[in-house]
């Protein structure tokens, strides 16, 4: 069982990026997966999240700027980012619960966790 995110790099203000958590091992019709973030000094936060059903959920700063959708065929979450700001900087991580269990379509206790991926956001 695997995640694996990836498409971080340096982003002007306003501008946009996507990212992409890979998954393996698991179906995504049978596990939320959440997409979290840790910016320097900060503790790690929750950004969005797509549920078994595909429903979703958004952090309140993230609300309107980002997208999280999921291509099951391939196993593969992404998060589109938009109109980015500096404190958007951070590591993003994509993770997920190994039970299937989701609470407001989050992974109720996320302990499968992929490598983050760094966003940078400054011009």
């Known amino acids: 069982v695997q995640l694996q995110a990836s498409g971080g790099g340096s982003v002007q203000p306003g501008g946009f990026t996507r990212l992409s958590c890979r998954t393996s091992?698991?179906?995504?019709?049978?596990?939320?997966i959440g997409w979290f973030r840790q910016a320097p000094g900060k503790e790690r936060a929750e950004v969005a999240c797509?549920?078994?059903?595909?429903?979703?959920f958004y952090g309140e700063p993230e609300k309107d700027r980002f997208l999280i959708s999921r291509d099951i065929g391939k196993n593969v979450v992404y998060l589109d980012m938009s109109n980015l700001e500096p404190e958007d900087t951070a590591i993003y991580y994509c993770?997920?619960?190994?039970?299937?269990?989701?609470?407001?379509?989050?992974?109720?206790?996320?302990?499968?966790w992929g490598k983050g991926t760094l966003v940078t956001v400054s011009s």
């Open positions: 993770a997920a619960d190994s039970r299937g269990n989701e609470v407001d379509y989050c992974p109720q206790h996320a302990d499968l």
């Open positions: 091992g698991f179906t995504l019709d049978r596990h939320a």
């Open positions: 797509i549920g078994r059903d595909g429903s979703t």
